[in-house]
């Protein structure tokens, strides 16, 4: 009867460290899965979240810059990017134009500045040749990866950005004339 007993209660702790076991790995997955459903996007481990997008795209519509969500998000990509690449020749100052359009944003977030700062740069034609350099070689070893919600990201030649987010044609969509 010892024996029996004894047995019982092994089992019961070997089931019940499995389920603290299961319980911890859904818990751990669960917190993974979550970061992932809220990321915009993720460059380089490094996430942008859809709360963050959601704002500055906001913020952006109210001060009447209207940039679409899937802009917001490609000008976020590229930041991290662009500031790696001019940290060899002291970065870039925003400029006038940037602060115009910050000081239009009473509340703007820190993502909101981040945004227009990109976009101040990347259209203010002071990127050198070697800048560019620089931020393609960051953008080719960067590991990308883009809410479907947002789109697909899209590698070009066109600059400054050299990449497109945003939604591509289905292939079941075919052109006028079938092809």
Not at 28 to 36: D, H, I
């Amino acid at each position: 009867m010892k024996a029996t007993s004894v047995r019982a209660r092994s089992s019961k702790r070997v089931a019940a460290a499995a389920l603290v076991v299961l319980g911890a790995v859904t818990l751990l997955a669960g917190c993974g899965f979550e970061t992932r459903q809220q990321g915009a996007a993720v460059v380089n481990g490094e996430v942008i979240h859809e709360d963050q997008v959601e704002e500055t795209a906001q913020q952006l519509h109210e001060a009447k810059f209207n940039f679409p969500e899937n802009i917001v998000v490609t000008a976020l990509v590229a930041s991290p990017l662009l500031q790696n690449a001019l940290s060899d020749s002291g970065g870039w100052q925003p400029d006038a134009t940037a602060a115009s359009a910050i000081a239009a944003i009473p509340d703007a977030t820190d993502t909101t500045k981040e945004f227009i700062n990109t976009v101040a740069l990347l259209q203010s034609g002071q990127l050198t040749e070697k800048d560019l350099a620089r931020y393609r070689e960051n953008l080719d070893k960067a590991t990308i990866t883009v809410n479907p919600r947002f789109g697909q990201l899209v590698r070009s030649e066109e600059p400054p950005v050299f990449f497109t987010i945003g939604q591509q044609r289905p292939n079941w969509i075919l052109a006028p004339g079938g092809e």
